[in-house]
C-alpha cells in the first residue's frame, strides 16, 4: 500500500498558542504521524489553551483519524475544510469540540 502524502506543520502564534497545520489525506497510513503530531503539539502549547488543529487543505480523512480527533477532542479546536463538515457531524465530532468551516 502506498502512503497518502501528508504535511504536519506546527507553528507557535502571535499570542503564543500552538496551531498544526495538515496538507493532504489522512488515513492508516499516516494516522499514527498525524497523532504524534497532535501529542507533541499540545505538549508544546501554553496552558489550556486548545490546539488550533487547521484542516483546511485536507479532503479526506478516515475513521482512524476522526477517532485521533476524538481521543483529543478536550484539548482541540478544528477549522475544517467545509467538504469534511458532513462526516464530522455523523460522526459526532462536532457536539465534542469546536469545528469550523475555513473560511467562513
Excluded at 15 to 39: H, K, M, P, Q, R
Amino acid at each position: 500500500m502506498m502512503a497518502t502524502p501528508l504535511r504536519l506543520r506546527t507553528d507557535r502564534k502571535d499570542d503564543g498558542s500552538v496551531a498544526l497545520t495538515a496538507v493532504g489525506e489522512l488515513d492508516l497510513s499516516n494516522v499514527a504521524d498525524f497523532s504524534e503530531a497532535i501529542d507533541a503539539a499540545v505538549t508544546a502549547g501554553t496552558d489550556g489553551a486548545p490546539l488550533h488543529i487547521d484542516l483546511s487543505a485536507v479532503d479526506y480523512l478516515d475513521s482512524g483519524a476522526i477517532n485521533v480527533l476524538f481521543d483529543r477532542a478536550d484539548s482541540i479546536e478544528l477549522v475544517v475544510n467545509p467538504i469534511l463538515l458532513p462526516v464530522l457531524t455523523v460522526s459526532g465530532l462536532t457536539k465534542v469540540t469546536t469545528v469550523k468551516p475555513a473560511g467562513g
